[in-house]
């Protein structure tokens, strides 16, 4: 049996007038990563380190949601909100609650490979899958880190992300794109 690899990134979006919401959101992805790395700097026509939505130019994102499009991979995003008094891991945690089972139950993904922030982080992400597995909420699902500069694949779902935020801030028009996105909500009002 083959490993089905799901690729995740964060966003908290809590600008331009819209509900504050924290993001997780991940691809499936078997493709390799020097393709991945290829196809998605292509757009930018410069040399960076890391593809990052924020800091790139209007057409940049345009080509590039055209590349993710190109892609025809999976994409599923579980939104936390309303962020009121709700601490960012609090908010990360209830996301991959609702996250993980769905990759294991419904894609059959075998491994999530997040994007590695600060190590004290990871060690509380890695906690709170251990805690999820210890509830039977998954079973198998193995969850690592990487760096996002060491793997093109993370930048997917950063253009995904990054895209929803400008779409929910009545900017640019990624319809197609965020049409083909399976939303997950999670409801924090009562936490």
């Not at 936390?80 to 990759?103: G, S, T, Y």
């Not at 597995?133 to 993370?154: E, K, M, Q, W, Y």
Request: aromatic share 4%.
């Amino acid at each position: 049996m083959s490993e089905i690899i799901a690729w995740g990134d964060e966003s908290v979006q809590r600008q331009g007038g819209i509900a504050p919401t924290y993001y997780v959101g991940v691809c499936i992805c078997g493709l390799e990563e020097n393709e991945v790395r290829q196809r998605l700097l292509a757009p930018v026509r410069k040399r960076i380190p890391k593809l990052h939505w924020r800091d790139m130019t209007s057409s940049e994102k345009q080509r590039s949601i055209s590349v993710v499009e190109s892609l025809s991979l999976p994409h599923i995003v579980a939104a936390a909100a309303p962020l009121d008094n709700i601490k960012p891991d609090r908010a990360r945690h209830k996301c991959l609650e609702r996250l993980l089972p769905e990759l294991e139950r419904r894609y059959g993904v075998t491994r999530l490979v997040l994007e590695s922030r600060e190590a004290s982080q990871d060690e509380r992400d890695l906690a709170c899958v251990r805690g999820l597995r210890s509830r039977n909420f998954i079973h198998r699902l193995r969850v690592d880190f990487t760096s996002g500069a060491s793997d093109a694949r993370l930048w997917i779902p950063d253009q995904v992300l990054g895209a929803i935020g400008d779409a929910a801030r009545g900017g640019e028009d990624h319809s197609g794109l965020i049409a083909s996105v399976r939303r997950l909500d999670v409801d924090l009002s009562g936490q």
